[in-house]
């Protein structure tokens, strides 16, 4: 009999490769697969794969019969999501003993969506949460397992902010999965921790462009809050 939590990885980019290192390093954690975003098939995590000898696959279609059946036969204590990109449908929810976790770089129910980190630099937040929560039929809305708030400095920007939670949101995940080998951990439902639910939208190339008639206050927010360019990563703002 194996005694070891038996958890299916759902994952892409520097979020995750952080968080499987941590699990990895578990002796009572096993992890069966690795299910990276089917665009960008994560050359790293398929790396870690072979390194450790655990599957690496990827599918267009999460919620599809086929991939459902081929789910079923690692018999997963808990499915894990860390920067996946595919809706969860009901089905592949209940393939596995607990159900689905995701960890969120938000404070929710504030701050779903995308770009958070982006968010809330131009509203001008004093701190970011980070959330671990069950996986329902909505987008972050699910009850939340652990939830940690960190400070943000005036010296802090996108940069800071994103290299400090690749390292914050692995440890609150992986002590959210800590907490499922004794059973299925207690949560708390969203509307019971208060807060607007509101969902923050994607950063769009064409965003950094600066509005001179906005307050000073918000410029400055709002510079601190440029995306990574794309071809050199370097952080960029462009004044017109």
């Not at 578990?26 to 690795?34: A, E, H």
């Not at 976790?101 to 131009?122: E, F, M, T």
């Not at 994607?202 to 440029?226: H, M, P, T, V």
Request: negative net charge.
């Amino acid at each position: 009999m194996n005694d070891k939590l038996n958890i299916g990885y759902f994952a892409d980019g520097p979020w995750s490769h952080e968080a499987f290192n941590t699990l990895v390093a578990d002796q009572d954690i096993s992890v069966s697969f690795i299910c990276a975003r089917h665009k960008t098939q994560d050359k790293i995590l398929k790396r870690y794969s072979k390194l450790h000898g655990i599957d690496f696959f990827s599918t267009e279609n999460v919620n599809s019969e086929e991939f459902l059946d081929k789910l079923k036969l690692y018999e997963c204590d808990l499915f894990v999501s860390m920067s996946y990109d595919q809706f969860f449908g009901k089905e592949i929810r209940g393939v596995s003993r607990y159900g689905i976790i995701n960890c969120h770089a938000g404070k929710l129910p504030s701050y779903r969506g995308r770009n958070v980190l982006n968010w809330v630099l131009i509203n001008g937040e004093k701190e970011f949460g980070i959330t671990v929560h069950y996986v329902d039929g909505g987008i972050d809305t699910g009850d939340v397992i652990l939830q940690e708030v960190n400070t943000i400095s005036e010296s802090d920007d996108y940069s800071t902010l994103l290299n400090r939670s690749y390292v914050a949101c692995a440890e609150l995940l992986y002590r959210a999965i800590v907490l499922f080998k004794d059973g299925k951990p207690l949560a708390k439902k969203q509307s019971d921790i208060g807060g607007n639910g509101f969902y923050c939208t994607k950063r769009q190339e064409g965003d950094e462009y600066i509005n001179w008639n906005d307050l000073s206050a918000d410029i400055f927010n709002f510079s601190k809050s440029a995306l990574p360019s794309r071809s050199s990563q370097q952080v960029i703002v462009k004044w017109t």
